[in-house]
């Protein structure tokens, strides 16, 4: 008899189970969109940071 389990790993013979992977695509995608990560391009944002001085 399956259960709803909500604490823990998943059995899919022992739970049932909910694809969720189209939501998660989504909600990356709107948070990428959101916060323009991904989108610094400018040669600043490219370069390495300064050395720790020794």
């Known amino acids: 008899m399956k259960e ?8 899919p013979d022992k739970h049932y189970m909910v694809d969720t992977s189209d939501r998660i695509r989504t909600i990356i995608a709107d ?8 989108q610094s391009t400018e040669p ?5 940071p300064p050395p720790f001085p020794d």
């Open 31 to 38: 948070l990428i969109e959101k916060t323009n990560i991904l």
């Open 44 to 48: 600043d944002s490219m370069e390495k």
């Open 4 to 11: 709803f389990n909500t604490t823990g790993i998943c059995f």
